[in-house]
């Protein structure tokens, strides 16, 4: 499969990755254009991946704007691996904890650190937005089958004849 493919979130490095508990980091424009980069919790729900956020958060106004994005969820390893995603963000918000929000917590945290955390963010009244990503465009570099620049592990084998 080729870079962009979106086939490739089954690929194992990317179910693992967006199952894992390392921070999805998202990519925008600020209101000023300049990028903007901001390590996030997440939430993959099978078909889109969920960035939980304060309603008052400043990378919303942003995001209405202008709404393309590029996320990357990757670990150091060995061997690293990097999810590489790219979207449009569409943007939701609602009174209290979004349901995201607590299923990241949970995930990241374990239950009950996770559970205790979204009660206090819902004693607060603070409102949530969900930055809801569908991917239009996915990258993987496992670094066993999958290069940067699109090479793929046979293309990098020596050459028998040479």
């Known amino acids: 499969m080729e870079q962009g493919d979106l086939a490739l979130l089954d690929h194992p490095a990317a179910r693992r990755l967006l199952a894992s508990t390392e921070l ?7 209101q000023d254009g300049t990028p903007r980069l901001i390590p996030m919790l997440f939430h993959w729900n099978g078909r889109e991946l ?5 309603a008052k958060s400043r990378k919303l106004r942003s995001l209405r704007r202008n ?12 061997p690293p691996e990097m999810l590489m995603l790219r979207g449009s963000a ?5 009174p ?14 374990g239950d009950e650190a996770g559970a205790a955390t979204t009660r206090a963010t819902a004693e607060s009244g603070a409102s949530m937005a ?6 239009s465009w996915v990258g993987v570099i496992d670094f066993q ?15 028998p004849a040479a």
Do not use: C, H, N, S
Not at 50 to 54: A, E, G, I, N
Not at 90 to 94: F, P, S, T
Not at 145 to 159: E, K, N, V, W
């Open 90 to 94: 569409e943007i939701g918000v609602e």
């Open 67 to 78: 709404p393309q994005v590029a996320v990357t969820i990757d670990r150091p390893g060995p």
């Open 130 to 135: 969900r930055i809801v990503v569908r991917p």
């Open 145 to 159: 089958t999958r290069f940067p620049a699109g090479l793929m592990a046979a293309g990098l084998a020596p050459d």
């Open 96 to 109: 209290g904890v979004v349901e995201e929000y607590d299923l990241a917590q949970r995930r990241y945290y």
């Open 50 to 54: 969920v960035l939980p956020t304060f």
């Open 24 to 30: 999805a980091r998202l990519a925008y424009l600020a």
